[in-house]
Structures are given as C-alpha cells and as structure tokens.
C-alpha cells in the first residue's frame, strides 16, 4: 500500500517566490496534518483537517502561509512570499479518525526539504 | 496536554535492551501515553501507545507506573535500525480529532 505522498522532496527557492507544497494522504484516511519541523524549534504542528475541512489552524505562523484540501485525496501547503526563515522540512501525515478508539495513529510522509535563499 | 520529560540522549549497544524513560507527572486521568520515533530523513512512526496497563507489541513493550506519572518504552533487543529520535507524548483521546504535541526526544544511538 502507498503511504503519505509527498511532494517534492526538495526545493530549493529564493526569498520572495512563492511554494507550494503537496500531500496525497492514505486511501480511506479523512485527518490530514501538516507539520514543520526545524532544529530550533523542533517539530510543530501548523495545520490539521478533518472531511477535508480545516479545524486548527493556530499553528500557521503567518499570513504568508495558507493550507487548502480541495479533496479527500489531496492537499496543499503554500508560502506566499517565502522567506528564509521558512527552510524547514514540511511534513504531511493522515490518520483515520472513523478507525475509532485510542490508537488513531497518524501516518506520516517522507516530508519536503524547503530550502529559501 | 500534560507535558513530558525525557532525556535528551541515551546510547545502548546492539543486541542489549534499550530503556527509555519518560516523566509525565501531571498527567490527567484521561491522558494516554504515545511513543513515536523518527529514524534520520524521515517522518515519524508511531511505535505504542498505552492507559495504565503494561502493553506490549511486535516493536517494543510499554511499561506505566502504577501512579502513572511516568512510563519506559523498552526495546528488547536494539539493532543498529533503532538508531533514532524517540518521542514520548501525552494527550487525550475523543472521537474524531487527534493531535500530537511533539517535544524533544530522546535521540537513541545503538551501536555494534
């Protein structure tokens, strides 16, 4: 079985330009989360979704970010303008919430390596 | 969520067992405890989680304290692939909605 899907595993921009960055979840999974992590602040959570609806998005640091999931199996995370203080890796997980009970694990993606010049 | 309290590195050779020890004095009645762990590059893996009973499965046992103020995530027999940051978390299970607050780890080295 595909896991989460990520893309792309690297980009590499400059200051000002935007990112998107993409996710695929796992078939049948309905709880999308994004996740940055970085070696100062550690792994964070920016976004999450449940139905393709965004329910907490306190975690996005700034305006310039925007996370949308126009479906169940897909969704995006997008920096407008980017900045160098973003490069970070970006990682998407899902997890399913109808599979009820406490184990509600989430499953993560390889992530993206955003590097911002 | 109730925070937690790990340390912040631990060596084990291969083959021995690896004890990773995880302080959460102020957890809630309703709180259960997850262990995850990130393997360099990629994301993270849940490994086990648990209430206040002992749990085992096929990648490591979970032992809580009676008191449930702390727990150790035990790998019985580390290779060199269990090399990895180890993240010990708390939090209250509903239905619907889960999220995890990841704190620092404990980064585990296993060597030959």
């Known amino acids: 079985d595909a896991g989460v899907i990520q893309s792309p595993r690297h980009e590499v921009t400059e200051m000002g330009q935007e990112v998107t960055l993409r996710c695929k979840p796992i078939s049948g999974h309905n709880s999308l989360f994004w996740y940055r992590q970085t070696m100062m602040r550690g792994l964070e959570l920016l976004i999450y979704?449940?139905?393709?609806?965004?329910?907490?998005d306190s975690g996005m640091p700034e305006d310039r970010f925007s996370a949308k999931m126009p479906n169940a199996s897909f969704s995006t995370l997008k920096i407008q303008p980017s900045e160098p203080r973003d490069s970070a890796v970006y990682f998407c997980?899902?997890?399913?919430?109808?599979?009820?009970?406490?184990?509600?694990?989430?499953?993560f993606g390889p992530g993206t390596r955003l590097t911002v010049l | 969520d109730a925070k937690t309290t790990q340390p912040t590195s631990m060596d084990c050779a291969e083959g021995r067992a690896a004890n990773l020890p995880c302080n959460h004095s102020?957890?809630?009645?309703?709180?259960?405890v997850y262990w995850y762990r990130q393997i360099h590059s990629q994301g993270p893996q849940y490994i086990i989680h648990g209430l206040k009973n002992n749990e085992t499965n096929e990648m490591a046992s979970l032992i809580i304290t009676e008191d449930r103020k702390s727990s150790t995530l035990i790998l019985p027999h580390a290779t060199l692939r269990d090399t990895a940051v180890y993240y010990c978390i708390v939090r209250v299970v509903s239905s619907g909605y889960s999220t995890l607050t990841f704190g620092k780890g404990t980064m585990l080295l296993v060597s030959p």
């Open positions: 979704f449940n139905n393709n609806v965004p329910i907490d």
């Open positions: 102020t957890i809630s009645g309703n709180e259960y």
């Open positions: 997980a899902s997890s399913s919430s109808l599979a009820g009970g406490p184990r509600n694990e989430q499953f």
